[in-house]
């Protein structure tokens, strides 16, 4: 059975620093495209980041520069640090893992999705 355990939010001030991790278990990490995504009130979720075994990365283009993907095979865990937080970060994070290994921003491509974590960015 595919599941996540998504870990790392919290509340943090503007400029502040969180590194969200995402534990998978049921499938093997490196077999397959796993993605960043973010949910803020009232908003469509959109993608954020994705990485495959190839390397094979995005970032969407307000986060360019301040958050990083990684992921650790040998843990079964996707990272995704991010720095500089500024208050349109505020949202729900989730990982979420496609069928094939070809990463994509679009949601609808994920077939499982992990439970999510709160990220709150604010003075």
């Known amino acids: 059975q595919v599941q996540f355990v998504e870990s790392g939010g919290g509340l943090v001030q503007p400029g502040g620093s969180l590194r969200l991790s995402c534990a998978a278990s049921?499938?093997?990490?490196?077999?397959?495209?796993i993605g960043w995504f973010r949910q803020a009130p009232g908003k469509e979720r959109e993608g954020v980041s994705c990485t495959t075994f190839y390397g094979t990365i995005y970032y969407l283009d307000s986060v360019k520069g301040r958050f990083t993907i990684s992921r650790d095979n040998a843990k079964n865990t996707v990272y995704l640090q991010m720095n500089s937080l500024k208050s349109e970060d505020t949202a729900v994070y989730y990982c979420a893992r496609r069928t094939s290994n070809i990463c994509s921003p679009s949601k609808t491509l994920y077939r499982y999705w992990g439970q999510g974590t709160q990220v709150t960015v604010s003075p």
């Open positions: 049921g499938f093997t990490l490196d077999t397959y495209a």
